[in-house]
Protein backbone atom coordinates (compact mmCIF):
# COMPACT_ATOMS: atom_id res chain seq x y z
CA UNK A 1 0.00 0.00 0.00
CA UNK A 2 1.11 3.70 -1.08
CA UNK A 3 2.64 6.20 1.77
CA UNK A 4 -0.76 7.70 0.40
CA UNK A 5 -3.38 5.44 0.67
CA UNK A 6 -1.79 4.59 3.87
CA UNK A 7 -2.47 7.99 5.37
CA UNK A 8 -6.28 8.42 4.18
CA UNK A 9 -6.86 5.28 5.91
CA UNK A 10 -6.39 6.85 9.34
CA UNK A 11 -7.05 9.83 7.90
CA UNK A 12 -10.45 9.73 5.92
CA UNK A 13 -10.48 13.59 5.71
CA UNK A 14 -7.32 13.70 3.19
CA UNK A 15 -9.48 11.33 1.04
CA UNK A 16 -9.95 13.63 -2.36
CA UNK A 17 -8.22 16.71 -0.99
CA UNK A 18 -4.59 18.44 -2.23
CA UNK A 19 -2.31 17.08 0.61
CA UNK A 20 1.32 16.23 0.09
CA UNK A 21 4.21 14.25 2.30
CA UNK A 22 6.60 17.26 3.10
CA UNK A 23 9.01 15.78 5.23
CA UNK A 24 10.32 11.77 5.90
CA UNK A 25 9.13 9.48 9.09
CA UNK A 26 10.83 11.07 12.20
CA UNK A 27 11.16 10.78 15.62
CA UNK A 28 13.10 13.51 16.86
CA UNK A 29 9.82 15.44 16.78
CA UNK A 30 6.24 15.77 17.54
CA UNK A 31 3.01 17.48 16.14
CA UNK A 32 3.36 19.95 19.34
CA UNK A 33 7.05 20.40 18.59
CA UNK A 34 6.24 20.73 14.82
CA UNK A 35 3.23 23.22 15.60
CA UNK A 36 5.68 25.64 17.07
CA UNK A 37 8.37 25.73 14.68
CA UNK A 38 11.01 23.01 16.76
CA UNK A 39 12.36 20.06 14.91
CA UNK A 40 15.05 19.49 17.49
CA UNK A 41 12.73 17.68 20.22
CA UNK A 42 9.72 15.81 21.15
CA UNK A 43 7.16 17.71 23.37
CA UNK A 44 4.91 16.31 25.90
CA UNK A 45 3.87 16.39 29.05
CA UNK A 46 5.29 13.15 30.41
CA UNK A 47 8.82 13.15 32.13
CA UNK A 48 10.66 12.39 29.05
CA UNK A 49 9.16 14.76 26.88
CA UNK A 50 10.26 19.13 26.43
CA UNK A 51 7.67 20.73 28.84
CA UNK A 52 7.27 24.05 30.03
CA UNK A 53 8.58 24.07 33.48
CA UNK A 54 5.90 26.09 35.13
CA UNK A 55 3.08 24.43 33.57
CA UNK A 56 2.01 21.49 35.16
CA UNK A 57 2.36 17.92 33.45
CA UNK A 58 -1.24 16.95 32.79
CA UNK A 59 -2.76 15.81 30.04
CA UNK A 60 -5.58 18.35 29.52
CA UNK A 61 -6.81 21.01 27.40
CA UNK A 62 -6.09 24.00 30.12
CA UNK A 63 -2.11 22.60 30.47
CA UNK A 64 -1.70 22.20 26.99
CA UNK A 65 -3.44 25.66 26.08
CA UNK A 66 -0.98 27.46 28.57
CA UNK A 67 1.94 25.56 27.26
CA UNK A 68 1.11 27.58 23.63
CA UNK A 69 -0.12 30.88 26.21
CA UNK A 70 3.59 31.17 27.44
CA UNK A 71 5.07 31.10 24.11
CA UNK A 72 2.78 34.01 22.81
CA UNK A 73 -0.69 32.51 21.57
CA UNK A 74 -4.11 33.35 22.46
CA UNK A 75 -6.95 31.87 22.44
CA UNK A 76 -9.18 32.43 19.20
CA UNK A 77 -12.70 33.70 20.29
CA UNK A 78 -15.39 31.71 18.55
CA UNK A 79 -12.70 29.66 17.76
CA UNK A 80 -14.59 26.42 16.20
CA UNK A 81 -16.23 28.97 13.40
CA UNK A 82 -15.11 28.87 10.04
CA UNK A 83 -13.71 32.13 10.16
CA UNK A 84 -11.22 31.06 13.33
CA UNK A 85 -9.85 28.54 10.86
CA UNK A 86 -9.37 31.21 7.82
CA UNK A 87 -5.58 32.67 7.36
CA UNK A 88 -5.11 35.92 8.90
CA UNK A 89 -2.61 38.31 7.33
CA UNK A 90 -0.05 38.71 10.04
CA UNK A 91 -1.26 35.75 12.18
CA UNK A 92 0.35 32.23 12.88
CA UNK A 93 -2.58 29.98 13.91
CA UNK A 94 -2.61 26.23 15.25
CA UNK A 95 -5.25 23.86 15.84
CA UNK A 96 -5.64 21.71 18.93
CA UNK A 97 -7.46 18.34 19.02
CA UNK A 98 -8.93 15.84 20.74
CA UNK A 99 -11.31 13.49 21.69
CA UNK A 100 -14.48 12.57 23.37
CA UNK A 101 -12.45 12.56 26.50
CA UNK A 102 -11.02 15.99 26.20
CA UNK A 103 -7.66 15.09 26.36
CA UNK A 104 -5.64 16.69 22.98
CA UNK A 105 -4.42 14.52 20.95
CA UNK A 106 -2.62 16.41 18.16
CA UNK A 107 -2.12 19.83 17.32
CA UNK A 108 -1.49 21.45 13.37
CA UNK A 109 -0.27 24.88 12.44
CA UNK A 110 -1.29 27.20 9.57
CA UNK A 111 0.96 28.12 7.01
CA UNK A 112 1.57 31.59 5.28
CA UNK A 113 -0.10 30.36 2.37
CA UNK A 114 -3.21 29.01 4.14
CA UNK A 115 -2.94 25.97 4.46
CA UNK A 116 -1.93 23.87 7.01
CA UNK A 117 0.72 21.32 8.50
CA UNK A 118 1.00 18.64 10.77
CA UNK A 119 3.20 16.06 12.29
CA UNK A 120 1.59 12.79 12.07
CA UNK A 121 3.11 11.25 15.02
CA UNK A 122 6.29 9.41 14.66
CA UNK A 123 5.77 9.78 10.81
CA UNK A 124 5.77 12.24 8.26
CA UNK A 125 4.65 15.92 8.30
CA UNK A 126 1.99 16.59 5.89
CA UNK A 127 0.49 19.91 4.56
CA UNK A 128 -3.32 19.60 4.33
CA UNK A 129 -6.41 22.00 3.17
CA UNK A 130 -7.72 22.50 6.45
CA UNK A 131 -7.60 21.71 9.76
CA UNK A 132 -10.18 18.96 9.75
CA UNK A 133 -8.62 17.10 6.92
CA UNK A 134 -7.06 15.20 9.93
CA UNK A 135 -9.50 14.97 12.25
CA UNK A 136 -11.77 12.03 13.28
CA UNK A 137 -10.71 8.62 14.90
CA UNK A 138 -7.36 8.93 15.06
CA UNK A 139 -7.18 12.53 16.71
CA UNK A 140 -10.86 13.49 17.11
CA UNK A 141 -12.27 17.18 16.68
CA UNK A 142 -10.65 20.47 16.21
CA UNK A 143 -11.34 21.75 20.26
CA UNK A 144 -9.65 25.44 19.99
CA UNK A 145 -8.00 27.23 17.34
CA UNK A 146 -5.07 30.01 19.15
CA UNK A 147 -3.16 32.71 17.38
CA UNK A 148 -0.03 34.81 17.72
CA UNK A 149 1.37 37.55 15.67
CA UNK A 150 3.14 35.85 12.60
CA UNK A 151 7.16 35.40 14.12
CA UNK A 152 7.93 33.80 10.88
CA UNK A 153 7.09 36.86 9.32
CA UNK A 154 9.30 39.36 11.12
Not at 20 to 27: V, Y
Not at 30 to 50: K, L, P, Q
Not at 63 to 68: D, G, I, K, R, S
Request: aromatic content about 12%; proline content about 5%.
Amino acid sequence: MSKSKLLETYFPGLNGSQYKITSPSTIKYNCIAWAVGDDSRWWWHTHGGYWPEDVPRQHTLDAYTEVFRRIGFEICEDALSKSAREFESGWEKIAIYAKGDGRPTHVARQLPNGAWTSKLGKTEDIQHENPDDVGGAAYGEVVRIMRRPNVREQ
